[in-house]
């Protein structure tokens, strides 16, 4: 797979039949497996995730400190794919970090697209969906792509943090999730990370920093729902910021169609 792969139109996408039969307690029982995981460090999370999970992939919204993750994972699995919803509606700064940083890490990357382009979705759903209905915006541009991509894989790490927001208060390090049907593993290598050890990492490890990092902007989602907030403030008070919206949906259960089940304490 190289760099500039697609995945195309996530319609062409089809589940092979091991990922169908993908099974309950053979992912419960890898969950269970990796209880130590709760404390192991990042490297070691990511380095379990492809290892011993058959089709890993990560995600990464390439934002503003997506580089922590990917550096990690270019450190431990550079083969594993990482997945970036390309929903047409980005900031061009997020779409050269993207491919600036898929070139620096040696990274595959693959672009995940809503099955209807904005200017179809604008004749189908009106103009400016997100300003109306910005959950139906991030279901057809967000949640339903990745998804429909997730029956390619068995297990995903995505970066997200317990002290982000409060629905990620509990996130654990690794997980059981069933979709659409079929049980995946997913891991959150950075789960128990501060804002403090975000910043270190980055600038211990000299990262590049996403262009609009130092303009405000300090959690990078698309353009029409992302604005700069100021140095005292939440650093995600600026997506959605006009709405009591917080979450895109892909980490949320909110459909009821997802389960977890969290790997066993340590011990
Ligand atoms: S973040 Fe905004 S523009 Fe992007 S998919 Fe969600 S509602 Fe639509």
Not at 69 to 98: I, N, S
Not at 113 to 122: F, G, K, M, N, T
Not at 137 to 160: I, M, N
Request: charged fraction near 25%; glycine fraction near 8%; include cysteine.
């Amino acid at each position: 797979m190289s760099d500039t792969a697609e995945l195309g139109r996530v319609t062409s996408l089809a589940p092979s039949a091991a990922a169908v039969e993908g099974d309950e307690g053979r992912v419960r029982g890898l969950v269970d497996a990796a209880k130590g995981l709760e404390e192991a460090d990042a490297r070691g999370v990511l380095a379990w995730l492809a290892t011993a999970v058959p089709r890993p992939a990560v995600t990464s919204s390439f934002g503003a400190e997506s580089a922590v993750l990917l550096h990690l994972l270019a450190e431990v699995a550079p083969q594993v794919p990482v997945l970036f919803l390309d929903t047409g509606l980005h900031f061009p700064e997020t779409l050269a970090f993207r491919r600036d940083l898929a070139e620096q890490f040696g990274l595959q990357v693959v672009d995940l697209h809503p099955l209807r382009s904005v200017d179809e979705q604008a004749r189908d759903r009106g103009h400016r969906l997100w300003e109306r209905d910005p959950d139906a915006c991030c279901g057809l541009r967000k949640t339903v792509p990745l998804r429909q991509a997730l029956r390619s894989f068995d297990g995903w790490a995505s970066g997200v943090r317990r002290v982000q927001t409060p629905e990620r208060a509990d996130t654990p390090v690794v997980e059981a999730r069933r979709h659409d049907g079929r049980w995946l593993v997913k891991v959150a290598p950075l789960a128990a990370w501060t804002d403090e050890d975000v910043g270190h990492y980055l600038d211990a490890n000299e990262l590049p920093r996403h262009p609009l990092a130092g303009q405000g902007f300090r959690s990078i989602g698309c353009a029409p729902c992302t604005t700069a907030v100021a140095p005292d403030q939440d650093p995600r008070a600026g997506r959605w910021a006009s709405t009591a919206k917080t979450e895109c949906g892909i980490h949320l259960d909110a459909d009821g169609a997802v389960e977890r089940t969290r790997a066993a304490a340590p011990g």
